[in-house]
T-cell receptor, first 113, second 116 residues
Framework: GNSVTQMEGPVTLSEEAFLTINCTYT??????LFWYVQYPGEGLQLLLK?????DKGSNKGFEATYRKETTSFHLEKGSVQVSDSAVYFC????????????FGKGTTLSVSS | DAGVIQSPRHEVTEMGQEVTLRCKPI?????LFWYRQTMMRGLELLIY????????DSGMPEDRFSAKMPNASFSTLKIQPSEPRDSAVYFC??????????????FGSGTRLTVV
């Protein structure tokens, strides 16, 4: 079946540290991949996306590369800020148009100054 | 564009009472999704609609839950009777079919439900 696996949290970092949040997926066909971010008390917001193999999505200093060979879409940021503290969700959309996104369980990131 | 609008933002109710959550999707979007978020289970898909028709309700936990979409601009999620274990944040999201693969969804801000 189709599924998304994220690293367990919480992830605790100091400001300006390097961030990696791992995400791997299982899917038939060629899904699109997404990272969503949820700030405290808010809904999920799309952070970045990639629609085909080797695509790199980027936004607000975050990056993720769609790796078909390793079925991965790891989220990275070179220097985190306190304002990046949030829950991050990896998700995939199945190739059949019109079906729901499949989300990972989310990874909580806490950045201290 | 006002985004996906959910109401109320917070709801506190007593066990056994009926609860109705509301959602207004983005105008023109043809998909609408209801999710529930808890610490224990994370983000769970409850039901989704396409062109106002329920497509998959396999995530609805039990008969106490029901969802309707009477028109393209409004959906409700009803719990009757409510129980303390229904306490969660309920999110609505919408999307356009043609954009689903490349743009994902737009989420509302959620309704935090507390059943005491």
């Amino acid at each position: 079946g189709n599924s998304v696996t994220q690293m367990e949290g919480p992830v605790t970092l100091s400001e300006e540290a390097f961030l990696t949040i791992n995400c791997t997926y299982t899917a038939t066909g060629y899904p699109s991949l997404f990272w969503y971010v949820q700030y405290p008390g808010e809904g999920l917001q799309l952070l970045l996306k990639a629609t085909k193999a080797d695509d790199k999505g980027s936004n607000k200093g975050f990056e993720a590369t769609y790796r078909k060979e390793t079925t991965s879409f790891h989220l990275e940021k070179g220097s985190v800020q306190v304002s990046d503290s949030a829950v991050y969700f990896c998700a995939l959309s199945r190739p059949q148009a019109g079906t729901a996104l499949i989300f990972g369980k989310g990874t909580t990131l806490s950045v201290s100054s | 564009d006002a985004g996906v609008i959910q109401s109320p933002r917070h709801e506190v109710t007593e066990m056994g009472q009926e609860v109705t959550l509301r959602c207004k999707p983005i105008s023109g979007h043809d998909y609408l999704f209801w999710y529930r978020q808890t610490m224990m289970r994370g983000l769970e898909l409850l039901i989704y609609f396409n062109n106002n028709v329920p497509i998959d309700d396999s995530g609805m936990p039990e008969d106490r839950f029901s969802a309707k979409m009477p028109n393209a601009s409004f959906s409700t999620l009803k719990i009757q009777p409510s129980e303390p274990r229904d306490s969660a944040v309920y999110f609505c999201a919408s999307s356009l079919r043609a954009q689903l693969q490349r743009a994902g969804y737009t989420f509302g801000s959620g309704t935090r439900l507390t059943v005491v």
